[in-house]
């Protein structure tokens, strides 16, 4: 009974089942095969030629960008930049510097703490720092410089406190804290000493170390600094502490708004005493390439962890020359003078500030820069940021 009743329910069932399905096919729609595609038009006027014989052509590999992207030879990230800080504490106020459009004098304490934090919320996570000195301060042999309660010293140890996997690298030279504005003790003569400048420059360096630095940078392009700063920061404890030295540092006219920054111009010398006008007896011949070779085999030789590029964009020949002659990570520091052009002519609608900083940056990774030292740090990181939203 139950048998038959079942054989009966599933026969009754069978036919629902097959006009479902014919009745699923039946409402598939046809598919159309999709119209040839037309070739686009072209102005008229443009002549008709036959295609030249060519086994190459690198247009092809620039067609999309998803083409270009994924073989891009170079790229960029905040991680390559180093963002400069110019640090005051004349009053608890951020200074604009004119020449500098967007940069300030950032007001020690809470004021430098706050422009770290944004700058880290974008991926620039090392910073450089350079202190403002006050005209009471400085004297013509610089002692301030390794005041171990100085502002760069203090300044070093409020960052690593409030972020203490900051990266904060130090600029190691007297001219901030010389009243002859110049990066070396000067003789009266003119002449820029360099033993006993470099003696003072080790003294800074650690002091500068044992406020917490991470990287000592000397600038100062006097001969035979960065062996004697590896020594002195070994023989204190501080062997784990980098060197970046400024190894092709050259006499440029890019630092003019910098020194308006930091107000450490060379001075006017005085009826006894002849101060040089420029710093062209320490700093390189802007045109001299081989010689930044020399340097370069100096600088790894001392004990050198970075070796640096300064200016960066008329400087691109000297950073791929250190880049093929050495293992060491290479710098470029963008310097104030690049920054300043650029602002100038972005503010006139000369240039899209954006795509030409953003095209500069590149060019010095293109270059062979690992690291670039720039005043647009935090607003390159800004627009990167942005641009990957978009996408």
Known sequence: MNKALSMRTTSSRAPCRRQAVVTNVASVEKVTAPAPRQKPGVPAGTPVVSPQDLPSRPRRNRR???????????????????????????????????????????????????????????GVNQVVIFPKTPDHLKTMTAEEAFNKNGLSQRTIRLLKDAYPDLEVYTDVALDPYNSDGHDGIVRDDGVILNDETVEYLCRQAVSQAEAGADVVSPSDMMDGRV????????????????????????????YGPFRDALASAPKPGQAHRKIPPNKKTYQMDPANYREALRECRADEAE?????????????????????????????????????AMLKAAAERGWLNEKDAVMEALMCFRRAGADLILTYYGTEAAKWMAGDRLIR
Request: proline content about 6%; aromatic content about 10%.
């Open 227 to 254: 062996s004697a700063i590896r020594r002195a920061l070994d023989r204190e404890g501080y062997s784990h502490v980098s060197i970046m030295s400024y190894t092709a540092k050259y006499a440029s006219a890019f």
């Open 303 to 339: 004990g050198a962890d970075i070796m640096m590029v300064k200016p960066g964009m008329p400087y691109l020949d000297v950073v791929r020359l250190l880049r093929d002659n050495s293992t060491l990570p290479i710098a470029v520091y963008h310097v104030s003078g690049e920054y």
């Open 64 to 122: 999309s960008e998803t083409f270009r992207s994924s073989m891009r030879e170079s790229s960029l990230s905040p991680a390559n930049f180093i963002l400069p800080l110019f640090i005051h504490e004349e009053s608890d106020k951020n200074v604009p510097i004119a020449s500098m459009p967007g940069v300030f004098r950032l007001a020690y304490g809470k004021n430098v703490v706050d422009a770290v934090a944004e700058a880290r919320s974008y």
